[in-house]
């Protein structure tokens, strides 16, 4: 509340401004303040103050006594801030209708019998102190406008901070991407976080990190391991963290990309056995799989299929001693059969030696019928070294041949004049024919 003579803050509840004196009314005034009442009756109008003065000056004798009832020597300066210094303000002059103080002389009585000052004190206000005035209204909106510009550059201010202490959206979700170790949406937001950072190149080393696993993923994709692993491994090298998710994928591609070289490498060296066993080249195929069953990286499906070719390499080398075991077999017999055969043809020289028909007749049955069991022999050594359908199809052969020779036989026979030269004939010609079959069953071994 504000005094209405001075202009100065009331500091406390009272009926009198400490500053000026001056009566202070207040009206409808509520609970929360102190109540002002109007001035008593006996104490409107001057008041005389002579007899306060007397007791002042006798109370104070070292302070300076304007004689119009105030003092200089600031008494209550220790009590009260507002009352200025002795020699910063001069006396203030008394106003005509205007109370000064409020008391009377037993007041001050009782004051100097009690020993403690009892004073009022009315000086001039201080020039620099002077009564509240209302500002104008274009002062007024001034005010407000500058503070209104504070307020908003304070605000702003303080959203510019916020915002620039904000982590890079980007940046977030490319952390959050590469925890999750999905490196290709990451490489998307590392790649935008560059494109407006202010430091681009603090990004390289992830973004070129990225971007190699990436080509190191390709490398596996096409098949190229060999060039997937050694990249690889310069990626180990280059992450710091052995629990970040990209060391981890890192190591789970280099063991993908080592697995399928090494079943890429298997695979073609079960090719080459293969190649090996069809080519009947049997010393190779043993040595290939010999280096297969020595290395210990092999799994048990791996370890399997060596064992299988090992049983199809045994299998083989059996069969082809067995093959070889039966074509010596076969050659012995043919030479048997060759000698046999050479040997009936130096008997058969004795024919055209023969004195009379009669033993020409003998000597060709003779000789017929030694062709004609070597030709049974033959047949029966056939039945051991062909299949079943080779045989049955020589053995229809056979017997269609016997009746071309029997009736050729007897076609001869009917064209001699006598029957020593019928059967003559007939058994030249069985020899002969007989002997061309044998010939040819020679060439079957």
Avoid at 19 to 32: L, W, Y
Avoid at 153 to 164: K, Q, Y
Avoid at 270 to 283: C, F, G, H, R
Wanted: hydrophobic content about 35%; glycine content about 6%.
């Amino acid at each position: 509340m504000l005094c209405k003579n001075c202009g100065r803050e009331l500091p406390i509840a009272g009926k009198f401004c400490p500053f000026c004196g001056a009566v202070v009314e207040q009206e409808g005034v509520n609970d929360e303040t102190a109540v002002f009442t109007s001035l008593p009756e006996e104490l409107k109008g001057p008041i005389d103050l002579s007899a306060f003065d007397e007791v002042m000056k006798e109370d104070h004798p070292g302070g300076s006594f304007s004689g119009d009832g105030v003092t200089t020597g600031d008494p209550l300066a220790v009590t009260d801030p507002h009352i200025p210094s002795a020699g910063e303000v001069p006396p203030m002059r008394r106003t005509s209708g205007t109370p000064r103080a409020a008391g009377t002389s037993r007041a001050a009585g009782a004051s100097r019998s009690s020993g403690t000052p009892r004073t009022t004190y009315f000086s001039d206000p201080d020039p620099d102190d002077r009564p509240y005035r209302k500002p104008s209204k274009g002062k007024k909106g001034a005010v407000i406008a500058v503070v209104v510009i504070l307020i908003v550059a304070l605000i702003g201010g303080g959203v510019w901070f916020v915002l620039s202490r904000q982590p890079d959206e980007n940046l977030t979700m490319a952390d959050k991407y590469l925890n999750r170790g999905d490196f290709s949406k990451a490489l998307e937001y590392f790649t935008a976080a560059k494109a407006e950072a202010k430091d681009p190149s603090s990004l390289d080393a992830t973004i070129q990190l990225l971007e190699d696993f990436k080509t190191a993923q390709a490398y596996v994709d096409n098949g190229q391991y060999t060039e997937a692993i050694a990249l690889l491994k310069q990626l180990q090298n280059r992450v710091t963290d052995p629990d970040s998710a990209m060391y981890e994928s890192i190591e789970d591609l280099l063991e993908q990309a080592q697995t399928a070289q090494s079943d890429d490498e298997f695979a073609a060296d079960i090719a080459e056995v293969q190649s090996y066993l069809s080519d009947k080249k049997y010393d190779a195929a043993a040595a290939k799989l010999d280096s297969l069953d020595a290395d210990d990286t092999l799994t048990a499906d791996q370890k399997k299929q060596v064992s299988d070719l090992r049983s199809q390499l045994t299998q083989a080398q059996e069969a082809e001693q067995k093959q070889q075991e039966n074509e010596q077999k076969q050659n012995e017999q043919k030479q048997d059969f060759s000698s046999q055969m050479d040997q009936l043809e130096q008997n058969d020289l004795q024919i055209a030696s023969a004195a009379t028909p009669e033993d020409e007749l003998a000597l060709t049955a003779s000789s017929f019928e030694s062709w004609d069991n070597l030709l049974v022999q033959m047949y029966d050594y056939l039945a051991t070294i062909l299949n079943a359908d080779q045989y049955a199809a020589e053995e229809e052969s056979y017997k269609q041949w016997v009746e071309e020779r029997d009736s050729g036989a007897a076609n001869a026979a009917k064209e001699s004049s006598d029957e020593t030269a019928g059967q003559l004939a007939s058994y030249s010609f069985k020899q002969s024919y007989t002997k061309a079959r044998c010939y040819k069953l020679l060439d079957l071994m």
